[in-house]
Protein backbone atom coordinates (compact mmCIF):
# COMPACT_ATOMS: atom_id res chain seq x y z
CA UNK A 1 0.00 0.00 0.00
CA UNK A 2 1.29 3.55 -0.64
CA UNK A 3 2.53 5.25 2.39
CA UNK A 4 0.68 8.16 3.37
CA UNK A 5 1.86 12.32 3.40
CA UNK A 6 2.14 11.67 7.19
CA UNK A 7 3.89 8.60 6.86
CA UNK A 8 6.74 10.16 4.27
CA UNK A 9 6.98 12.78 6.96
CA UNK A 10 7.68 11.13 9.47
CA UNK A 11 11.20 9.56 7.43
CA UNK A 12 12.90 13.31 8.20
CA UNK A 13 14.51 15.50 9.26
CA UNK A 14 15.80 16.29 5.81
CA UNK A 15 19.08 18.06 6.94
CA UNK A 16 21.88 16.21 8.34
CA UNK A 17 23.74 17.07 10.82
CA UNK A 18 26.77 19.05 9.42
CA UNK A 19 31.24 18.64 10.53
CA UNK A 20 32.18 21.59 12.08
CA UNK A 21 36.41 21.89 10.94
CA UNK A 22 38.42 24.38 12.57
CA UNK A 23 40.46 25.93 9.63
CA UNK A 24 43.88 26.62 9.51
CA UNK A 25 44.32 29.02 6.93
CA UNK A 26 41.16 30.72 8.23
CA UNK A 27 42.79 30.78 11.61
CA UNK A 28 45.78 31.88 10.42
CA UNK A 29 44.50 34.94 8.72
CA UNK A 30 42.12 35.74 11.39
CA UNK A 31 44.09 35.30 14.50
CA UNK A 32 41.88 33.12 16.22
CA UNK A 33 40.54 29.22 15.91
CA UNK A 34 38.18 29.78 12.83
CA UNK A 35 35.84 26.89 13.11
CA UNK A 36 33.24 26.61 9.69
CA UNK A 37 30.06 25.20 10.42
CA UNK A 38 29.45 23.45 6.95
CA UNK A 39 26.42 23.52 5.71
CA UNK A 40 27.66 23.80 2.06
CA UNK A 41 27.17 19.77 2.49
CA UNK A 42 23.61 19.24 2.97
CA UNK A 43 21.20 17.94 0.76
CA UNK A 44 20.05 20.41 -1.89
CA UNK A 45 23.50 22.54 -1.45
CA UNK A 46 22.94 25.38 1.58
CA UNK A 47 21.96 25.00 5.19
CA UNK A 48 18.27 25.93 3.49
CA UNK A 49 16.89 22.67 3.74
CA UNK A 50 16.90 22.89 7.54
CA UNK A 51 14.21 25.50 7.93
CA UNK A 52 12.61 24.59 4.56
CA UNK A 53 12.40 20.72 5.23
CA UNK A 54 10.67 21.50 9.17
CA UNK A 55 8.52 23.81 7.14
CA UNK A 56 7.39 20.87 4.46
CA UNK A 57 7.76 18.44 6.96
CA UNK A 58 5.21 20.10 9.67
CA UNK A 59 2.75 20.64 6.66
CA UNK A 60 2.69 17.33 5.46
CA UNK A 61 2.09 15.94 9.22
CA UNK A 62 -1.02 18.07 9.08
CA UNK A 63 -1.93 16.26 6.01
CA UNK A 64 -2.45 19.36 3.71
CA UNK A 65 -2.35 17.16 0.48
CA UNK A 66 -1.12 20.38 -1.74
CA UNK A 67 1.43 21.00 -4.15
CA UNK A 68 4.61 22.74 -2.96
CA UNK A 69 5.16 25.87 -4.65
CA UNK A 70 8.25 28.16 -3.84
CA UNK A 71 9.90 31.27 -5.09
CA UNK A 72 13.46 31.58 -4.38
CA UNK A 73 16.79 33.03 -5.31
CA UNK A 74 17.83 29.85 -5.94
CA UNK A 75 18.65 28.04 -2.95
CA UNK A 76 15.74 28.19 -1.06
CA UNK A 77 13.78 26.40 -4.41
CA UNK A 78 16.26 23.90 -4.74
CA UNK A 79 15.68 22.93 -0.88
CA UNK A 80 12.20 22.84 -1.66
CA UNK A 81 11.81 20.83 -4.83
CA UNK A 82 14.50 18.29 -2.65
CA UNK A 83 11.86 18.14 0.32
CA UNK A 84 8.79 17.87 -2.06
CA UNK A 85 10.59 15.02 -3.62
CA UNK A 86 11.91 13.18 -0.41
CA UNK A 87 7.84 13.83 0.31
CA UNK A 88 6.43 12.81 -2.86
CA UNK A 89 4.58 15.60 -3.78
CA UNK A 90 4.50 17.93 -6.88
CA UNK A 91 6.40 21.32 -6.75
CA UNK A 92 6.09 24.32 -8.57
CA UNK A 93 9.64 26.68 -7.97
CA UNK A 94 9.45 30.40 -9.78
CA UNK A 95 12.56 32.45 -10.13
CA UNK A 96 13.24 35.28 -11.42
CA UNK A 97 14.07 35.81 -15.12
CA UNK A 98 17.60 35.53 -15.97
CA UNK A 99 18.43 32.63 -13.09
CA UNK A 100 21.11 30.49 -13.91
CA UNK A 101 20.73 27.69 -16.52
CA UNK A 102 22.21 25.02 -14.31
CA UNK A 103 20.03 26.32 -11.11
CA UNK A 104 16.89 25.76 -13.78
CA UNK A 105 18.26 21.91 -14.53
CA UNK A 106 19.23 21.18 -10.98
CA UNK A 107 14.89 22.42 -9.94
CA UNK A 108 14.10 19.87 -13.04
CA UNK A 109 16.13 17.56 -11.71
CA UNK A 110 14.39 17.19 -8.40
CA UNK A 111 11.49 17.24 -10.23
CA UNK A 112 10.15 20.35 -10.05
CA UNK A 113 8.26 22.49 -12.31
CA UNK A 114 10.00 25.98 -12.94
CA UNK A 115 8.36 29.30 -14.15
CA UNK A 116 10.40 32.08 -14.57
CA UNK A 117 8.74 35.65 -13.53
CA UNK A 118 9.99 39.21 -12.72
CA UNK A 119 13.43 40.39 -12.25
CA UNK A 120 14.10 40.11 -8.79
CA UNK A 121 13.17 38.12 -6.04
CA UNK A 122 10.42 40.13 -4.95
CA UNK A 123 8.61 40.28 -8.32
CA UNK A 124 9.28 36.12 -8.36
CA UNK A 125 7.37 35.95 -5.03
CA UNK A 126 4.33 37.84 -6.00
CA UNK A 127 3.94 35.20 -8.94
CA UNK A 128 4.15 32.57 -6.39
CA UNK A 129 1.54 34.28 -4.08
CA UNK A 130 -0.79 34.57 -7.13
CA UNK A 131 -0.61 31.11 -8.24
CA UNK A 132 -0.44 29.68 -4.24
CA UNK A 133 -3.39 31.70 -4.02
CA UNK A 134 -5.39 30.49 -7.36
CA UNK A 135 -4.39 26.68 -7.15
CA UNK A 136 -5.13 26.75 -3.07
CA UNK A 137 -0.82 25.66 -2.97
CA UNK A 138 1.24 25.85 0.32
CA UNK A 139 3.78 28.10 -0.62
CA UNK A 140 7.14 27.52 1.32
CA UNK A 141 8.64 31.02 2.70
CA UNK A 142 12.44 31.05 2.08
CA UNK A 143 12.89 33.24 5.05
CA UNK A 144 10.31 35.07 6.44
CA UNK A 145 8.10 32.88 8.96
CA UNK A 146 9.08 30.97 12.30
CA UNK A 147 8.83 27.64 11.08
CA UNK A 148 11.77 27.95 9.07
CA UNK A 149 13.29 30.04 12.02
CA UNK A 150 12.64 27.01 13.85
CA UNK A 151 14.05 24.56 11.39
CA UNK A 152 16.92 26.73 11.04
CA UNK A 153 17.48 26.85 14.99
CA UNK A 154 19.08 23.66 14.68
CA UNK A 155 22.17 24.25 13.54
CA UNK A 156 22.66 25.78 16.74
CA UNK A 157 22.14 23.14 18.75
CA UNK A 158 24.70 21.13 16.74
CA UNK A 159 27.05 23.79 17.63
CA UNK A 160 26.22 23.42 21.81
CA UNK A 161 26.31 19.82 21.37
CA UNK A 162 29.74 19.79 19.46
CA UNK A 163 31.19 22.55 21.51
CA UNK A 164 30.07 22.53 24.68
CA UNK A 165 30.93 26.25 25.68
CA UNK A 166 29.85 29.77 23.52
CA UNK A 167 31.89 30.49 20.83
CA UNK A 168 33.61 33.85 20.77
CA UNK A 169 31.42 35.12 17.99
CA UNK A 170 29.37 33.79 15.36
CA UNK A 171 29.85 34.98 11.52
CA UNK A 172 26.37 34.83 8.75
CA UNK A 173 25.07 35.72 6.20
CA UNK A 174 21.63 37.82 5.53
CA UNK A 175 19.62 37.74 2.82
CA UNK A 176 15.83 38.27 4.07
CA UNK A 177 17.17 37.31 7.34
CA UNK A 178 15.63 33.93 7.67
CA UNK A 179 19.19 32.54 8.98
CA UNK A 180 19.70 35.35 11.10
CA UNK A 181 16.28 34.90 13.14
CA UNK A 182 16.91 30.81 13.10
CA UNK A 183 20.16 31.25 14.88
CA UNK A 184 19.38 33.93 17.02
CA UNK A 185 16.31 31.75 18.17
CA UNK A 186 18.89 28.75 17.99
CA UNK A 187 21.29 30.73 20.83
CA UNK A 188 18.37 31.72 22.95
CA UNK A 189 17.34 28.25 23.50
CA UNK A 190 20.42 26.69 24.06
CA UNK A 191 21.76 29.89 26.65
CA UNK A 192 24.06 31.36 24.35
CA UNK A 193 22.29 34.82 23.74
CA UNK A 194 25.10 36.92 24.43
CA UNK A 195 27.44 35.23 21.64
CA UNK A 196 27.88 38.43 19.32
CA UNK A 197 26.55 37.39 15.82
CA UNK A 198 28.59 39.42 12.56
CA UNK A 199 25.94 39.58 10.30
CA UNK A 200 27.17 40.09 6.81
CA UNK A 201 25.84 41.69 3.36
CA UNK A 202 26.93 42.73 0.26
CA UNK A 203 26.79 46.20 -0.90
CA UNK A 204 23.92 46.44 -3.57
CA UNK A 205 22.27 43.80 -1.14
CA UNK A 206 21.90 45.44 1.84
CA UNK A 207 18.72 45.86 2.97
CA UNK A 208 19.21 44.60 6.43
CA UNK A 209 21.99 46.66 7.01
CA UNK A 210 19.69 50.23 5.79
CA UNK A 211 17.34 48.90 8.10
CA UNK A 212 19.77 48.68 11.24
CA UNK A 213 20.71 52.88 10.33
CA UNK A 214 17.18 53.61 9.95
CA UNK A 215 15.89 51.97 12.69
CA UNK A 216 12.81 50.98 10.18
CA UNK A 217 12.45 48.08 7.70
CA UNK A 218 14.29 49.77 4.36
CA UNK A 219 13.32 48.48 0.87
CA UNK A 220 16.00 48.50 -1.22
CA UNK A 221 15.17 50.53 -4.74
CA UNK A 222 16.99 47.68 -6.86
CA UNK A 223 19.32 44.37 -6.53
CA UNK A 224 22.84 45.72 -7.94
CA UNK A 225 25.20 43.37 -5.79
CA UNK A 226 26.51 40.24 -7.95
CA UNK A 227 25.22 37.79 -4.54
CA UNK A 228 21.84 36.92 -5.90
CA UNK A 229 20.91 34.93 -3.47
CA UNK A 230 21.13 37.85 -0.83
CA UNK A 231 19.12 40.21 -2.99
CA UNK A 232 15.98 40.46 -0.92
CA UNK A 233 14.63 43.79 -1.54
CA UNK A 234 13.29 44.32 2.14
CA UNK A 235 14.08 42.34 5.75
CA UNK A 236 12.24 40.25 7.86
CA UNK A 237 11.00 42.34 10.47
CA UNK A 238 11.83 39.41 12.94
CA UNK A 239 15.21 39.82 11.41
CA UNK A 240 15.67 43.38 12.82
CA UNK A 241 13.66 43.28 15.69
CA UNK A 242 16.35 40.13 16.97
CA UNK A 243 18.61 43.62 16.92
CA UNK A 244 16.57 44.41 19.74
CA UNK A 245 17.21 41.06 21.69
CA UNK A 246 20.81 40.16 20.55
CA UNK A 247 24.06 41.50 19.86
CA UNK A 248 24.08 41.30 16.17
CA UNK A 249 26.87 43.53 14.29
CA UNK A 250 25.48 44.38 10.99
CA UNK A 251 28.13 45.02 8.56
CA UNK A 252 28.59 45.46 5.23
CA UNK A 253 31.06 44.20 2.20
CA UNK A 254 32.01 44.66 -1.48
CA UNK A 255 30.89 42.33 -4.18
CA UNK A 256 34.79 42.09 -4.56
CA UNK A 257 35.83 40.92 -0.98
CA UNK A 258 32.73 38.27 -1.22
CA UNK A 259 34.47 36.82 -4.62
CA UNK A 260 37.88 37.11 -3.65
CA UNK A 261 37.04 35.48 -0.35
CA UNK A 262 34.93 32.50 -2.45
CA UNK A 263 38.38 32.11 -4.15
CA UNK A 264 40.56 32.19 -1.29
CA UNK A 265 38.21 29.39 0.23
CA UNK A 266 38.41 26.93 -2.86
CA UNK A 267 42.26 27.55 -2.95
CA UNK A 268 42.27 27.18 1.13
CA UNK A 269 39.91 24.45 1.99
CA UNK A 270 39.07 23.08 -2.00
CA UNK A 271 35.08 23.91 -1.02
CA UNK A 272 33.25 25.92 -3.58
CA UNK A 273 30.71 28.08 -2.56
CA UNK A 274 28.46 31.04 -4.08
CA UNK A 275 29.63 34.76 -3.69
CA UNK A 276 26.28 35.06 -0.82
CA UNK A 277 28.63 32.92 1.41
CA UNK A 278 31.67 34.38 0.40
CA UNK A 279 30.19 37.32 1.68
CA UNK A 280 30.25 35.74 5.56
CA UNK A 281 33.60 34.40 4.68
CA UNK A 282 35.14 37.97 4.04
CA UNK A 283 34.69 39.09 7.48
CA UNK A 284 37.64 36.85 7.91
CA UNK A 285 39.46 37.22 4.90
CA UNK A 286 38.99 41.45 4.38
CA UNK A 287 39.92 41.77 8.07
CA UNK A 288 36.12 42.73 8.82
CA UNK A 289 36.30 40.53 12.24
CA UNK A 290 39.78 42.99 13.34
CA UNK A 291 38.42 46.04 12.44
CA UNK A 292 35.19 45.28 14.73
CA UNK A 293 37.71 44.36 17.69
CA UNK A 294 39.74 47.37 17.08
CA UNK A 295 36.15 49.62 17.31
CA UNK A 296 35.73 48.09 20.36
CA UNK A 297 32.45 46.56 18.83
CA UNK A 298 33.90 42.68 19.23
CA UNK A 299 35.69 41.83 22.52
CA UNK A 300 39.71 41.83 21.84
CA UNK A 301 40.77 38.52 22.06
CA UNK A 302 37.88 36.26 20.86
CA UNK A 303 37.97 32.29 21.97
CA UNK A 304 36.73 30.99 18.38
CA UNK A 305 34.78 32.53 15.56
CA UNK A 306 32.49 30.23 14.06
CA UNK A 307 31.86 31.13 10.40
CA UNK A 308 28.49 29.55 8.60
CA UNK A 309 29.43 28.33 5.58
CA UNK A 310 26.17 28.85 4.11
CA UNK A 311 27.26 26.82 0.92
CA UNK A 312 24.90 28.07 -2.32
CA UNK A 313 24.16 26.04 -5.89
CA UNK A 314 24.41 29.15 -7.59
CA UNK A 315 27.97 28.26 -8.55
CA UNK A 316 30.49 26.86 -10.67
CA UNK A 317 34.40 27.16 -11.71
CA UNK A 318 33.52 29.18 -14.78
CA UNK A 319 31.05 31.03 -13.35
CA UNK A 320 33.48 31.97 -10.43
CA UNK A 321 35.74 33.21 -13.05
CA UNK A 322 32.98 35.15 -15.21
CA UNK A 323 32.81 36.98 -11.73
CA UNK A 324 36.33 37.46 -11.30
CA UNK A 325 36.41 39.28 -14.96
CA UNK A 326 33.08 41.49 -14.27
CA UNK A 327 34.64 42.86 -11.01
CA UNK A 328 38.19 43.21 -12.84
CA UNK A 329 39.94 40.67 -10.76
CA UNK A 330 41.73 38.74 -13.22
N1 LIG B 1 18.83 32.72 -0.28
C1 LIG B 1 17.40 32.70 -0.48
C2 LIG B 1 16.75 34.03 -0.47
O1 LIG B 1 17.14 34.87 -1.50
C3 LIG B 1 17.05 31.83 -1.67
O2 LIG B 1 15.97 31.97 -2.15
O3 LIG B 1 17.82 30.98 -2.03
N2 LIG B 1 23.42 32.08 1.85
C4 LIG B 1 22.85 31.44 0.82
C5 LIG B 1 23.68 30.50 0.02
C6 LIG B 1 21.49 31.68 0.50
O4 LIG B 1 20.92 31.04 -0.51
C7 LIG B 1 20.76 32.61 1.27
C8 LIG B 1 19.32 32.92 0.98
C9 LIG B 1 21.41 33.25 2.34
C10 LIG B 1 22.74 32.96 2.60
C11 LIG B 1 20.71 34.23 3.24
O5 LIG B 1 19.73 33.61 3.99
P1 LIG B 1 18.45 34.40 4.50
O6 LIG B 1 17.64 34.78 3.31
O7 LIG B 1 17.79 33.45 5.41
O8 LIG B 1 18.98 35.60 5.20
C12 LIG B 1 16.67 36.19 -1.36
Known amino acids: MESSLAERAKGGPFHMVTPLLESWALSQVAGTTVLLKCENVQP ?5 VRGIGHFCQEFANRARR ?41 LQGEGAEVQLSGKVW ?5 RAQELAKRDGWVNVPPFDHPLIWEGHASLVRELKAALGSPPGALVLAVGGGGLLAGV ?12 PIVAVETRGAHCFHAAVEAGRLVTLSNITSVAKCLGAKT ?15 SAVVEDSEAVKA ?9 MLVEPACGAALAAVYSGLLGRLQAEGRLGPSLASVVVIVCGGNSISSQELQALKAQLGLG
Open 44 to 48: AGSFK
Open 262 to 270: VQRFLDDER
Open 235 to 249: VAARALECTQEFKVL
Open 122 to 126: DEANL
Open 184 to 195: SAGLAEVGWQHV
Open 66 to 106: APFCSRTGGNAGIAAAYCARKLGVPATIVLPEGASQRVVRR
